[in-house]
């Protein structure tokens, strides 16, 4: 089956600093998804990773601060910019295949910050 | 505000017993329902997806959508230890960002041996 490959699995970063987390399918893929998963809670949509041009973001979260890119197809990044402790959470890339009409989302493991 | 919820549980059940999990959603136009499994310290995993009325069976597993009601449930049958997880409801946003999916908080479900 396909795979979606996030990295860096985990991460414990330091108040102030920025860390890009990718996200690498080997099929083609329609959309892609980048959610947020802070403790104890459920998926919330950051932005949708647009190919070729900018994010969409949703409300509540700004480019200046998460950053995306998708330069292809088949792989984009997600930057938390200035990182604070409230900014510990599951980072989850969420993508759905190509010739899918089903609206099926399929999940990476996951990128799990903790910011000091 | 769409919204999505669920009973954040625990649920708790006896092994082989019947786990029945609920979720309501409020945006009347949805038509696409999916439930998620997530195992501690995992990533959603998709279990069952459901877009008609009625109940939609998967081995153990069975969808069931009430749009009317506005109501989605998934049942586990004979459930297993490692059943346990949280279950995630999720909507299909119609008119979001490009059909984005919105998710309840979950429901955490342990079946005891």
């Known amino acids: 089956s396909a795979v979606i490959s996030q990295k860096p699995s985990r991460d414990i970063c330091q108040r102030g600093t920025s860390l890009t987390i990718q996200c690498q399918v080997d099929?083609?893929?329609?959309?892609m998804f980048w959610y947020r998963q802070q403790p104890g809670q459920s998926l919330t949509l950051i932005a949708t990773?647009?190919?070729?041009?900018?994010?969409?973001?949703e409300s509540g979260f700004v480019i200046d601060k998460f950053p995306i890119s998708r330069p292809n197809l088949t792989f984009s990044t997600l930057t938390v910019s200035n990182m604070s402790p409230e900014d510990s959470s599951i980072y989850l890339c969420?993508?759905?295949?190509?010739?899918?009409?089903?609206?099926?989302?399929?999940f990476g493991e996951g990128s799990r910050l903790t910011v000091l | 505000q769409k919204e999505v919820e669920q009973n954040s549980g625990p649920l708790s059940v006896p092994e082989g017993a019947i786990a029945s999990l609920n979720c309501t959603y409020s945006?009347?136009?949805?038509?696409?329902f999916f439930w998620y499994r997530q195992y501690s310290g995992k990533s959603p995993e998709l279990i069952m997806s459901i877009y008609s009325n009625g109940d939609k069976e998967d081995g153990r597993f069975t969808a069931q959508l009430n749009k009317a009601s506005q109501y989605v449930s998934l049942l586990i049958r004979d459930s297993q230890p490692s059943d346990s997880a949280t279950y995630l409801c999720a909507v299909m946003n119609y008119g979001g960002s490009q059909g984005n999916l919105i998710f309840g908080k979950g429901t955490k479900l342990s079946v005891k041996p």
């Open positions: 945006d009347r136009v949805s038509q696409s």
């Open positions: 099929s083609q893929v329609t959309m």
């Open positions: 969420s993508v759905r295949w190509a010739g899918s009409n089903t609206g099926e989302l399929f």
């Open positions: 990773a647009n190919q070729g041009s900018e994010a969409t973001y």
